[in-house]
């Protein structure tokens, strides 16, 4: 099994409708991120959650929200989905400080 | 706002050849320099990293070198293989936070 699970893998919505991507890991970190994927722009981080009680907002966080569920799950919502949010979403843990970043396997989603 | 410049977006090498990628950083207080390798389909993950008070670091045909007077990083990979073609990705942290900035991205294919 994977150490960070993403669900869906791809997701095909409606303007204006409400969807939410989830994300599990395995290995017990406190630290997780959601990162978004576009070509020509790399990674950029959307938010990031240091334990349950701490949400942070990253570069471009505008239209999404964020919930840490636990310390193994932390969902990432847009409330009313808009085109410019197609793109290829990353969630990922770390244990701490400049170490490495898990990666779950990315949602592909498409606003149409 | 802190900023990654990694070059170039596309290279293609032979088989055996060596490969070099380039990055430039703007944050003089970053000290920790990871390199992530995407697979199709798959999340990014991590092949090396460095820390600003090393200046080359080396695990096999892999090598990351940086200079931090210049503030730049590069990626070194000797003894190309197919299994090599991915798309990899630099990153900086940024001082005084809990963030890294990633490159654009490299796309390398290695021509049998």
């Known amino acids: 099994d994977a150490d960070v699970t993403q669900t869906p893998r791809n997701r095909i919505t409606k303007t204006g409708k409400r969807i939410m991507l989830e994300c599990s890991q395995t290995k017990g970190h406190d630290r997780m991120y959601w990162y978004r994927q576009d070509p020509g722009l790399g990674l950029r981080l959307i938010y990031y959650?240091?334990?349950?009680?701490?949400?942070n907002k990253g570069e471009i966080s505008d239209g999404y929200s964020v919930s840490r569920q636990a310390q193994a799950k932390f969902s990432l919502s847009l409330e009313s989905a808009i085109p410019n949010q197609t793109a290829l979403y990353f969630c990922?843990?770390?244990?701490?400080?400049?170490?490495?970043?898990?990666f779950g396997q990315g949602t592909r989603l498409t606003v149409v | 706002g802190e900023n990654v410049e990694q070059h170039p977006s596309t290279l293609s090498v032979q088989e055996g050849d060596s490969a070099v990628i380039k990055c430039t950083y703007s944050d003089s207080a970053s000290n920790y320099f990871p390199w992530y390798k995407q697979e199709l389909g798959k999340g990014p993950q991590l092949i090396i990293d460095i820390r600003s008070n090393v200046g080359e670091k080396k695990d096999q045909r892999i090598a990351v070198t940086l200079n931090k007077t210049a503030k730049h990083f590069s990626l070194h990979i000797t003894e190309t293989q197919p299994e090599d073609s991915a798309v990899y990705f630099c990153?900086?942290?940024?001082?005084?936070?809990?963030?890294?900035?990633f490159g654009t991205g490299t796309r390398l294919k290695v021509l049998a």
């Open positions: 959650s240091f334990d349950v009680k701490d949400i």
């Open positions: 990922a843990t770390r244990d701490r400080e400049f170490t490495e970043a898990f």
């Open positions: 990153a900086a942290s940024i001082s005084g936070t809990y963030k890294y900035i």
